[in-house]
């Protein structure tokens, strides 16, 4: 079983908005920290977003500062990622992270977390 699953991806034109969902499934653990990566067609799996959990803070790709923001629900394991003006170039698969440990930085490679989600596809059309 999956232990995260994204929903609220789709299809949306340049310069509008998506709200991304995870939520844990399953499986039960407490998270140090989540975050939010993306996997465009032919390319790595890059860094998007990070909040922990206990403070709220955030960190985010230089590429999507000003524009996304991660944010946590009130149920454990859920973590929301408002995508405003998008832009053609944040077309790609979006993938929730858990990570358990605690880690004194900002997690913002894959081997920093522990579970991951299955991917909800965002495809922005210009």
């Known amino acids: 079983q999956v232990p995260l699953v994204e929903s609220g991806g789709g299809l949306v034109q340049a310069g509008g908005s998506l709200k991304l969902s995870c939520a844990a499934s399953?499986?039960?653990?407490?998270?140090?920290?989540m975050g939010w990566f993306r996997q465009a067609p032919g390319k790595e799996r890059d860094f998007v977003a990070t909040?922990?959990?206990?403070?709220?803070?955030?960190y985010y790709a230089d590429s999507v500062k000003g524009r996304f923001t991660i944010s946590r629900g009130n149920a454990k394991n859920t973590v929301y990622l408002q995508m405003n003006s998008l832009k053609r170039e944040d077309t790609a698969v979006y993938y929730c992270?858990?990570?358990?440990?605690?880690?004194?930085?900002?997690?913002?490679?894959?081997?920093?977390?522990?579970?991951w989600g299955q991917g909800t596809q965002v495809t922005v059309s210009s």
């Open positions: 399953g499986r039960s653990f407490s998270s140090y920290s």
């Open positions: 992270a858990a990570r358990v440990r605690p880690f004194a930085g900002w997690a913002t490679t894959r081997g920093q977390y522990d579970y």
């Open positions: 909040i922990r959990w206990s403070t709220g803070g955030t």
